[in-house]
């Protein structure tokens, strides 16, 4: 059974940094683009971040660019978001996400049950 | 950035009614639109993609169309288990974006 597993979210302060994981099974993890998508409370999808399967491509949303870092490693079939200087803004629900091609312009296939990021002072 | 605009922005309909739910790109994203849906406390699912494909295991009354800017998706008969959020996203060119959502109601 294909499963993404998100860990790593929590309560922080503005300003201050959190690194999201993803764990990845039941499919071959190298083969796929991967995305991080959030939703804040009671609003819509937001689209974050994706990374082709071998980390080549990678872009951002206009929201987080130069703050968030995506990256993965293949060899431990995980998919990492590292969030610096967080914002209130950036309070929201953490979906990892499965594409269905190599790179990330395909569609999400698999998503995660989600990681709660909360920041506030 | 590509913006998306859905409407209507909630709907309320009867079973077994036909619903259409609208998308528009600000520019064109040729056949790169995908529709997702999301059930309260849930993780969102895909439905089309592509404009146009089924989604293995996706009931057929499920169906896209479109292309360029305009997209449309049309539930044939809305049932019970289709009150949920339905978004639309566009997987063109990055930054990737959704539209706002559309929530259906059944009456």
Request: one cysteine or more; glycine letters at 10%.
């Amino acid at each position: 059974e294909v499963q993404l597993v998100e860990s790593g979210g929590g309560f922080v302060q503005p300003g201050r940094s959190l690194r999201l994981s993803c764990a990845a099974s039941g499919f071959t993890f190298d083969d796929y683009a991967m995305h991080w998508v959030r939703q804040p409370p009671g609003k819509g999808l937001e689209w974050v971040s994706g990374i082709s399967y071998n980390s080549g491509s990678i872009a951002y949303a206009d929201s987080v660019k130069g703050r968030f870092a995506i990256s993965r490693d293949n060899a431990k079939n995980s998919l990492y978001l590292q969030m610096n200087s967080l914002r209130p803004e950036d309070t929201a629900l953490y979906y990892c996400a499965k594409d269905t091609g190599v790179q990330y312009y395909y569609y999400i296939g698999v998503w995660g049950k989600g990681t709660t990021v909360t920041v506030s002072s | 950035d590509i913006q998306m605009t859905q409407s209507p922005f909630s709907l309320s309909a009867s079973v077994g009614d036909r619903v259409t739910i609208t998308c528009r790109a600000s520019q064109s994203i040729s056949s790169y639109l995908n529709w997702y849906q999301q059930k309260p406390g849930k993780a969102p699912k895909v439905l089309i993609y592509a404009a146009s494909g089924l989604q293995s295991g996706v009931p057929s009354r499920f169906s896209g169309s479109g292309s360029g800017t305009d997209f449309t998706l049309t539930i044939s008969s809305l049932q019970t288990e289709d009150s949920a959020t339905y978004y639309c996203q566009q997987s063109y060119s990055t930054p990737q974006t959704f539209g706002q959502g559309t929530k259906v109601e059944i009456k």
